[in-house]
């Protein structure tokens, strides 16, 4: 059975199959190999790895992200954003950082913020005079923030998987993180924009001048707000907030940008309900590979294996890493958590790990995969965007990588960078 999975599995990967019919061809072949269960658990698994409350947050998260998108809410972003940072050497970088964890409240995806504020900040980067590999590179880098700062999709899916975890413990857990993130990339972006003479001509904007911006901009700002704010109150849940988060995105196009009409809000519908399928597909075909793996003891024989290698909590989590962050180069994010989520969380109970901890560096190590060739989801929407060489810009992608992996090493080494803000509202019990 577990020889029919792994033969069809990589067998299907290497012939570019996608990775949702990947999953689900692969936990077939090993149930008719295998021949005591029944086919019909294939369809009852589909169907149970989406048959959860709290997943409802992801259409609607989308759904929000989209509307705010088509509200045309992310100039006035760019024009706050410019107005704080758009003067310091390497401006426009400090801008796309800016912008990007401030859209990362907003959307919770990595390929939306790429797609979305990140393309539009590489054009502008490139008009301004910067190398076009290293715009497109800070670009991508940039929307990796999109999954860290809450809401966050994966951070959703983890919670489905892993029991031991709620979406609010972790919404909050990856506050810190995602600051981290945006100022490694800030320093990242000052030490290259020194070393190629990357120079702003916009003056340093004035007080008033900053207010107006933050005032056309609090529609946008608003919205993380509501959501955190909400979450943190016991307003309401992770799930309803995103509910939330639609209704007021509709207020914000209709009543304030007045940009959304019925025929908008019908594409940004269709939009959204694209981008949810490929997700849920992805969703339900992986709960099946998941539970073969639990069927063959797979949890069980990790757990067993590093606990033979060390009994160190700290060296479990960095062994973790390590195998984590090598499978972030093949598998995608989504299927990623969910498979290796049930063979890997168990960890938690026996080093005696935080598992609010455990998640956030699995979600961070994860999300740096989404611009680490060959199967970074960014880099090929980024390549997608700029016509550019992917080698290129993976090239021009390694300072932003080590910049999120020493952030990661911080994340695994210290559990209070994860754990301070849970911990202080009292999500940690």
């Not at 993130?181 to 008033?208: E, Q, R």
């Not at 490929?278 to 339900?284: N, S, W």
């Amino acid at each position: 059975m577990g020889l029919a999975l792994l033969i069809v599995f990589v067998g299907a990967m290497v012939i570019g199959m996608p990775l949702a019919f990947v999953m689900g061809g692969a936990g077939l072949a090993a149930l008719v190999v295998q021949g005591s269960f029944s086919l019909l658990s294939v369809p009852q698994r589909f169907f149970g790895g989406i048959n959860s409350f709290p997943l409802m947050a992801v259409p609607f998260f989308v759904l929000a992200a989209d509307l705010m998108s088509a509200s045309a809410i992310t100039t006035a972003i760019l024009r706050f954003t410019n107005s704080l940072v758009g003067h310091l050497r390497g401006g426009l970088g400090h801008v796309n950082v800016l912008t990007n964890m401030i859209f990362a409240g907003i959307s919770g995806s990595a390929l939306a913020d790429a797609a979305g504020p990140g393309a539009i900040m590489m054009r502008m980067m490139q008009r301004a005079g910067y190398d076009k590999h290293y715009a497109a590179a800070l670009s991508g880098a940039t929307a990796t923030i999109g999954p860290i700062i809450p809401p966050s999709i994966i951070m959703v899916i983890y919670a489905i998987t892993d029991n031991r975890v709620t979406v609010g413990g972790l919404f909050m857990a990856g506050i810190v993180p995602g600051l981290l993130l945006g100022l490694a990339l800030s320093i990242t972006n000052h030490i290259i924009s020194v070393k190629n003479g990357y120079k702003s001509d916009k003056p340093k904007a004035s007080w008033s001048e900053r207010f107006i911006c933050l005032w056309k901009s609090i529609p946008a700002l608003l919205m993380p707000v509501i959501i955190i704010g909400g979450i943190i109150s016991g307003l309401f849940t992770a799930t309803e907030a995103s509910c939330v988060a639609v209704v007021y995105a509709l207020l914000v196009g209709t009543l304030v940008t007045r940009v959304l009409n019925l025929k908008l809000i019908a594409k940004v519908f269709l939009q959204s309900s694209l981008v949810t399928s490929a997700a849920l597909l992805i969703v339900a075909m992986a709960s099946l590979f998941a539970w073969i793996l639990a069927v063959l003891q797979l949890p069980q024989n990790v757990a067993a294996a590093i606990g033979h290698m060390t009994t160190s909590p700290m060296v479990c989590m960095l062994i973790v890493g390590v195998f984590v962050f090598i499978c972030g180069f093949f598998i995608d994010t989504l299927p990623a958590v969910i498979i290796l989520v049930p063979v890997l969380a168990p960890l938690t109970d026996q080093f005696g790990l935080n598992p609010l901890h455990f998640a956030m560096a699995i979600v961070l190590n994860l999300t740096i995969g989404l611009i680490t060739p060959p199967v970074g989801g960014v880099l090929f929407v980024i390549t997608s965007i700029s016509r550019l060489k992917f080698e290129a810009i993976s090239k021009a992608m390694i300072p932003m990588i080590f910049a999120e992996t020493a952030v990661l090493l911080g994340v695994i080494f210290v559990p209070e960078i994860s754990l301070v803000v849970p911990r202080w509202l009292g999500f940690t019990h």
